[in-house]
């Protein structure tokens, strides 16, 4: 039996899981989260993580559930996924030679209730972008599916000049704060 069930479909959060040695099972959650309205990211992602571990909780009776959720902070805004590849470049072309946050909330849920959660938070330095650069990089298609329109694990990383904080928190997941909270839920 695998230890906890992971409430992500994220590629990322699987490889960061898997990088450490934790055994999980993936359910992906259909929590709705546009049912959520904050304008604290660190509120935000720690609620939106809690109600994906929640739903998936309800379906994994008695299993430790981990929920997670990632976006952008600039200039007092959310920026999550992007929904094409023009707000893609808008997203990118705002990033450009300045620093945002990245925060990212994880929740442990077992049965309905919250075992624990935690946010991280990162600043990150975006490399001042030339628009071919901003093109090129919407090219890969790398930003599809990414909060901020980038994946910092990938092809992003052209685009970084430097981390304050935790590299995986940038990539979906925190590993310190990750393995703080499953030590909460009985796994080392």
């Known amino acids: 039996?695998?230890?906890?069930?992971?409430?992500?479909?994220?590629?990322?959060?699987?490889?960061?899981l898997t990088l450490l040695g934790i055994p999980f099972?993936?359910?992906?959650s259909s929590f709705d989260e546009?049912?959520?309205?904050?304008?604290?990211?660190?509120?935000?992602?720690?609620?939106?993580?809690?109600?994906?571990a929640m739903e998936v909780s309800r379906?994994?009776?008695?299993?430790?559930?981990?929920g997670a959720d990632t976006v952008v902070h600039i200039d007092g805004q959310i920026l999550e996924k992007p929904a094409d590849r023009a707000h893609g470049r808008a997203m990118?072309?705002?990033?450009?030679g300045r620093v945002h946050e990245v925060h990212t909330g994880i929740a442990?849920?077992?049965d309905g209730l919250v075992v624990g959660s935690d946010v991280a938070c990162s600043h990150v330095r975006f490399r001042t972008l030339a628009p071919?650069?901003?093109?090129a990089y919407l090219d890969t298609g790398d930003h599809r599916d990414k909060a901020g329109s980038y994946g910092i694990q990938s092809s992003g990383a052209r685009l970084v000049e430097s981390i304050d904080?935790?590299?995986?928190?940038?990539?979906?997941?925190?590993?310190?704060?990750?393995?703080?909270?499953?030590?909460?839920?009985?796994?080392s």
């Open 132 to 135: 071919r650069e901003i093109e």
């Open 25 to 28: 099972e993936v359910v992906v």
């Open 108 to 110: 442990l849920v077992r």
């Open 34 to 52: 546009d049912s959520l309205s904050h304008s604290d990211p660190a509120e935000r992602v720690r609620d939106l993580a809690t109600g994906k």
């Open 165 to 187: 904080g935790c590299f995986y928190n940038v990539a979906g997941l925190p590993v310190a704060a990750t393995l703080g909270l499953l030590a909460i839920g009985g796994i």
């Open 1 to 16: 039996m695998t230890e906890i069930v992971l409430a992500s479909a994220s590629p990322r959060r699987h490889e960061i």
């Open 92 to 96: 990118l072309e705002r990033l450009s």
């Open 59 to 66: 379906r994994r009776s008695g299993r430790l559930v981990l």
